[in-house]
């Protein structure tokens, strides 16, 4: 026999190594779709419902309605370059490196109710229970281990709850503010189904609450200035500069708001998660003055600056509804960005300082009087952060309505 042809040889040699590697590749393939399929399965009840009948019908007679969904009058520009340059100088304080100071919960502190009226405890991120004229209201509560459809992935809170949720008082209302993971939490709606309070919601959320086994009795739902009243309070939709989805085939498809609480001797405002827009100057003539505003300050980035206001635009939206004392929320439980953990909390104190507003920074599950408000107190460990001048916040399409007056 002859000599094998050299340029056979190798193909021969090749052939069992590509082989392999296609075996190594379907293996691979396979793998990632058994872990997309485990993921979609653990998370399919938590995506929620769409809405459809008389509810997608309340949906498309909206003013925010387009094109079916919701949209921005100031629509929300992200800067990708300048999202992707972020990536690469991420904070290595992203996270607390040891166990966050908190105060002790009691359900007896609640019993007695508070002297002025007025009283609030913050239990992280945008989570809070408001006391208000004889009401309580709870917002955006999330308990949840993690802000995520599954229990496998996504960001993981830094403190376990601070109290159990049968646990807190009765509760008259629970204002969701949008549908996104860190503020529509499937785990807790799920526990309050024995509950006898109301749900006050954008449009559209009362799809998911009801596939959830929430009864539409219990849930109401409210286009940007709409109302309605429980035991007294009067609770109004605010506008808001934000978005809204729980997969990615549903941005948009349930309403974004906030929330004015006007009471018979009080008023907070709830700002929800939003970027700065002209309609807050609206809300303060329209609902104002408010005694307490809870305004989001964290999780903000420069590659995204319609979405989050960021400290100094926080305290800006504060001046513009007409806010007393200021509690910044939205910070202090996830990480959702790549500044310090600390960094909106320091931030909204240099400015709020620099324009005469009262901002207080109560430690998590510390309750507090708004009308006493006392001095502020690190109760945070000291680590390096970014100032507004080393990374600002700047909202598009403003003008000089970003610029914060200074007292």
């Known amino acids: 026999m002859g000599a094998v042809p050299p340029h056979e040889a190798g193909a021969a040699a090749r052939t069992p190594w590509r082989r392999s590697m296609r075996r190594a590749l379907q293996l691979v393939a396979i793998t990632l779709l058994a872990i997309v399929g485990v993921l979609v399965i653990d998370g399919w ?6 809405a459809t009948g008389v509810r997608r019908q309340r949906m498309a007679a909206s003013p925010e309605w387009a094109d079916n969904h919701f949209v921005n009058p100031q629509p929300l520009v992200n800067l990708l370059g300048r999202s992707l340059r972020d990536l690469t100088d991420v904070s290595p304080y992203v996270t607390p490196r040891a166990p966050m100071p908190s105060a002790t919960v009691q359900p007896a502190q609640f019993r007695a109710a508070p002297a002025s009226g007025l009283r609030v405890t913050w239990f992280g991120h945008s989570s809070t229970l408001v006391e208000l004229d004889g009401v309580r209201i709870l917002t955006d509560p999330v308990w949840s281990h993690r802000v995520s459809p599954t229990r496998f992935l996504g960001p993981q809170r ?4 601070l109290i159990a ?17 860190d503020h529509l939490d499937y785990g807790n709606i799920r526990a309050m189904r024995g509950w006898t309070n109301v749900f006050v919601v954008p449009l559209g959320i009362g799809a998911h609450l009801e596939s959830w086994g929430i009864p539409a009795a219990r ?10 009243t429980v035991r007294g309070l009067r609770i109004v939709a605010t ?3 934000h978005a809204s989805g729980r997969i990615l085939f549903d941005n948009d498809a349930k309403l974004w708001a906030g929330f004015a609480l006007v009471g018979q001797s009080h008023r907070v405002y709830y700002s929800g998660d939003t970027g700065l827009f002209p309609a ?19 999780q903000y980035g420069r590659g995204w600056p319609d979405w989050h206001l960021g400290p100094e635009q926080a ?33 909204a104190l240099v400015a709020g300082a620099a324009a005469g507003v009262t901002v207080i920074d109560p430690e998590l599950g510390q309750s507090v009087d708004p009308m006493s408000p006392l001095l502020p107190v690190r109760w945070w460990p000291p680590v390096p952060w970014r100032r507004a001048e080393q990374d600002p916040i700047v909202a598009t399409q403003m003008g000089s309505l970003a610029a914060p007056q200074v007292h």
């Open 45 to 50: 009840t938590a995506f929620g419902a769409r």
């Open 158 to 161: 830094w403190a376990a709850p």
């Open 165 to 181: 949720l049968d646990s807190l008082p009765s509760v008259d209302v629970v204002l969701i503010s949008h549908d996104h993971y």
């Open 219 to 228: 849930i109401i739902e409210l286009d940007w200035w709409q109302d309605t």
């Open 239 to 241: 506008p808001a500069r």
């Open 280 to 298: 807050l100057a609206d809300i303060g003539a329209r609902l104002g003055p408010f005694d307490l505003t809870m305004i989001e300050v964290g």
């Open 315 to 347: 305290v800006r939206a504060h001046q513009l509804v007409r806010g007393r004392v200021m509690l910044p929320v939205h910070w202090g439980m996830f990480a959702l960005a790549y500044h310090a953990w600390t960094e909106p909390m320091e931030r």
